[in-house]
């Protein structure tokens, strides 16, 4: 089954985020700690990613043209103003509590989706039914919705949905991709992709700890912008690729 290992990673997000509620009476000072210390990880797993990249310029190429076009059809607002909808059908938190189902949707949906392991792991599943790295990355995102679900509330559930939709495309599209794509072209997406990601994870970890304000989600059309950069590199050789 090629969605197995998405469905179970949206399952183990939707367990960790009834559970991150159930102990929702944590208190605030810890919480706040706790949110720090996933903003501090959350930045150094960022780092990490965008080291990955073997051609940095394309990844400034790609973070330049998808924030322009990102800020042109205000995805960040497009998102919020979902997430605002979906909570005046929901209603706000029983208890008044100042974080909204808007945050926590978009939010926890950057977290999840954006990330070397939700691609790698999708076209593992799509190229050769293999879950293993899908699972794994479920049970990290379980555990980490746990702790948001603490502090950004009952809208980490909905992020279920995007990484259903989006991993789930990529691994249906996957099983097509080998006889589209050569490998070379492949992995140089997936490497260049992950340190794009990367930094934009490193963002999301900064606007955690509270140091930055930065609209994360205008800078999603870069990853669409490393595909066609990509595509041009490799059509050319502008860059000489691995064997």
Not at 74 to 103: C, M, P, T, Y
């Amino acid at each position: 089954m090629v969605l197995l290992g998405t469905l179970i990673n949206a399952l183990l997000i939707i367990v960790g985020t009834i559970i991150g509620r159930l102990l929702k009476n944590i208190p605030e000072n810890m919480k706040q700690t706790v949110m720090y210390a996933i903003g501090l990880a959350v930045t150094v797993i960022g780092l990490q990613m965008g080291f990955e990249s073997g051609y940095f310029l394309i990844v400034i190429i790609s973070l330049v043209f998808g924030a322009v076009i990102g800020e042109w059809i205000d995805l960040d607002g497009k998102l919020n103003r979902f997430g605002h909808w979906l909570e005046s059908k929901v209603g706000k938190n029983k208890k008044g509590e100042n974080i909204s189902i808007a945050q926590g949707f978009v939010s926890a949906t950057l977290i999840f989706v954006i990330g070397s392991m939700a691609v790698i792991g999708s076209l593992d599943s799509g190229l050769r039914n293999d879950h293993d790295l899908l699972i794994v990355k479920g049970l990290i995102d379980g555990f980490t919705s746990i702790i948001l679900a603490t502090t950004l509330g009952i809208g980490v559930l909905l992020s279920a949905v995007p990484v259903v939709l989006y991993q789930g495309t990529i691994a249906l599209f996957a099983t097509q991709i080998s006889r589209f794509i050569p490998d070379q072209a492949l992995e140089l997406f997936i490497q260049e992709m992950t340190a794009t990601g990367g930094i934009m994870i490193v963002a999301i970890g900064l606007n955690m700890i509270g140091l930055t304000k930065i609209r994360v989600a205008n800078l999603l059309p870069g990853i669409m912008v490393v595909a066609i950069v990509v595509t041009i590199v490799y059509q050319f050789q502008l860059v000489s690729l691995p064997s």
